[in-house]
Each structure stands twice: as structure tokens, then as C-alpha cells.
């Protein structure tokens, strides 16, 4: 296993962390665990229940479009391992990350100009994409799809 | 063997910059909401405040990569993103949580109490437009966000709080500090 590889799979763990603490209320951890996932993750979210999720009666402590990013950005990773992408496309992910935060920036400044009115679902979505266009980034590249380059640099 | 230049002066540096200035952009924040009249919204600048600083923290992490990716005989691998970006992070709740502590105890000693008065008068008008909630759950919530920014005030409370800050500022630029390492990376 390369180092590259070894941090990715750091990377995932970090993710679920953050995935299980958001849903520690709906799994039934201890009340100091809630308590804890709570606050820590008002660091990295504004955790309003007014725009989370709720699964078996419970809520997720993160918001719709956090859980979102999250989801996708750990489902990207896990995919990197299996899939690669051709090497012209590599300047290609930096246009792709920079449209994902613009298409969700439209999002929420449309909603709070009052043009439009995001849901939780539009809030999930653009979480969505822009989660995978990070994962993008740890994709092996090959010279042709199919061929891969040697993984132990990035 | 060639030993790589170190990359912790660059990370205070980094930290300190970033950290004045969210410091800067919180402080703004926080004087221009509490000098206005409560909206009895939920989604108010406070809100969106506490994480997005946090959020504009991982700047700190993409500088100090990219600025360390630049250096003469460096070979970044995501790994050393990921060590660089979690350094940088560190320093920069320390950063921010000494400015706070600064600011609230020094130089405005107020500042704290009006916040609370502010969150309180304004989550008051939320329950009176919502009614989704009865006299005595209203006053046990309003109780708890009281006791919550009195606990802020103490040691403990502020240790929390700097807990707090390690994990999500660290979080953060560990994740932007990879990302970057992959962008900047040579081929």
C-alpha cells in the first residue's frame, strides 16, 4: 500500500467520523456523544433542524447540503480505488470544482435574495456534486483510460 | 539524504494572517447584527458566522501548501498536505481563540452580554411567530442558550470552545490542505 493510498483511507475515516457523529441521535450513541457531535459540528455546519434531514423520527444534526458534501466526497473516494481517470481531464477537475461552488453559491444567494427558493433537496443536490468534484481530485490518472500511471506520487 | 525546508514558520504565518483577519470579519459581523433589531429568524449572521469562519479557515491551509509546494527540492505528496494542512489548522485556533479571548475579556468586556441579550430577544420573537412551542419549553430553551453563553465566559468554557476549534479548524485544512497538494502537484 502507498502513502498516497494510506491518506486517502485516513481521509474516508475522517468522513464517516463526521458522517456517524451527524447521525449519533438516529444510531442511539450515548447522550454525551450526541452532546459532543453536536457542538463539534457546529464548527463545520450551521446544524439549523429547520434545514436537516430527519430519518426514523430522529434529525441529522448536519444540514441537508453538508450531509450532502460528505456523503459524496467519502462515495468519490471509495470509488477512486477502482476507477481511473485520463490524464487530459486533470486540468479539466479544477473548471469542474470551481462550477460545482458557483452552481451552489447561485443556490444560496438566489434564496436570500429572495429569486428563488432552495429546498432541502436543491441543497442536497449541489452538496452532491460539489462533494465529487473534491473526490475528483484523488483519482489515479492514466495516459488512456484504462492505463494506469504509477500511484506512488501525486 | 536532502531534508525538506520546514514548513512550520510559513503555517504560523499563514495562521496568523488568516486568523486576524476572520477574527476581523467575525468582530464586523457580530457589532453590525447585534446594533440591528432582532428579525426573530432562525438563519440570521450569527448563525451562518460561527461555521463559515471555520470554513474561510481552510484558506490557511491552501496558502501555506501552496506557498510550501513552491519551495526549491519539495516533492509534495498528499500526505504532507494533509500533516501541513492539520499544523496550520492548530495554529490557527490558537490564533483565533487568543484574538477572542482578547477581545472579549480586554477590550470589550460587553461584548458577550449583548450577544446573549441579542440571541435571546431574537429567538423570543421566533417562538412568538412560530408558536410551535409551549410557554414553559420556550423559557427552558431560552434558559439553556443563557447558561450556554455564561459558560462561555469561564475557563472551562473557553477550553471547550478552543476543543471545539482544534477539531473542526483541523478538520478543515486537513481536507484543503490534500486537496491542495493534489492540485499543485508536479507531474
Known amino acids: 500500500m502507498n502513502s498516497d493510498t494510506k491518506w486517502i483511507l485516513v481521509l474516508i475515516g475522517i468522513l464517516v467520523f463526521i458522517l456517524l457523529s451527524s447521525l ?26 429547520e434545514r436537516s434531514y430527519t430519518l426514523l423520527g430522529e434529525r441529522m444534526i448536519l444540514c441537508s447540503r453538508c450531509t450532502g458534501i460528505y ?44 429569486i428563488w427558493s432552495n429546498s432541502n433537496t436543491s441543497r442536497f443536490l449541489t452538496g452532491i456534486v460539489f462533494g465529487l468534484s473534491l473526490s475528483f481530485f484523488f483519482f489515479q490518472l492514466s495516459k488512456k483510460n484504462g492505463e494506469q500511471l504509477d500511484g506512488t506520487k501525486t | ?54 470554513l474561510l479557515g481552510s484558506i490557511a491551509a491552501i496558502l501555506t501548501v501552496n ?13 504532507n498536505g494533509a500533516v501541513i494542512g492539520l499544523i496550520t489548522g492548530l495554529f490557527l485556533a490558537i490564533v483565533t481563540t487568543i484574538l477572542s479571548y482578547v477581545w472579549n475579556n480586554m477590550i470589550d468586556p460587553s461584548l458577550m452580554d449583548s450577544m446573549k441579550n441579542y440571541m435571546v430577544k431574537n429567538m423570543e420573537l421566533f417562538f412568538e411567530k412560530s408558536g410551535a412551542m409551549s410557554g414553559d419549553a420556550v423559557d427552558q430553551v431560552l434558559g ?12 472551562m468554557g473557553i477550553l471547550k470552545g478552543f476543543g471545539y476549534s482544534i477539531i473542526g479548524l483541523g478538520v478543515v485544512n486537513l481536507i484543503s490542505g490534500m486537496i491542495t497538494a493534489k492540485i499543485t502537484a508536479k507531474d
Not at chain 1, 457542538?39 to 446544524?47: A, K
Not at chain 1, 466526497?73 to 476507477?83: K, P, Q, R
Not at chain 2, 504565518?13 to 468582530?27: D, H, M
Request: charged share 15%; hydrophobic share 45%.
Open chain 2, 1 to 54: 539524504m536532502e531534508q525538506k525546508p520546514s514548513f512550520i514558520m510559513p503555517a504560523i504565518t499563514n495562521a496568523l494572517l488568516v486568523g486576524v483577519g476572520l477574527t476581523v470579519i467575525s468582530l464586523v459581523i457580530t457589532y453590525s447584527t447585534i446594533g440591528s433589531e432582532p428579525s426573530g429568524s432562525m438563519f440570521g449572521p450569527l448563525t451562518f458566522m460561527q461555521f463559515g469562519i471555520c
Open chain 1, 24 to 49: 449519533s441521535s438516529i444510531i442511539g450513541f450515548p447522550e454525551w456523544i450526541q452532546h459532543f457531535s453536536h457542538s463539534w459540528l457546529q464548527t463545520i455546519c450551521h446544524t439549523n433542524p
Open chain 2, 144 to 155: 439553556d442558550m443563557e447558561k450556554g453563553f455564561d459558560e462561555q465566559k469561564t475557563m
Open chain 2, 67 to 79: 506557498g510550501y509546494a513552491k519551495m526549491d527540492g519539495v516533492e509534495l505528496t498528499i500526505g
Open chain 1, 71 to 114: 456523503f459524496s466526497f467519502t462515495l468519490g473516494l471509495i470509488s477512486s480505488f477502482f476507477i481511473s481517470f485520463p490524464k487530459n481531464l486533470r486540468t479539466k477537475r479544477l473548471l469542474f470544482l470551481a462550477s460545482c461552488i458557483v452552481f451552489m453559491l447561485v443556490d444560496v444567494v438566489f434564496d436570500w435574495l429572495g
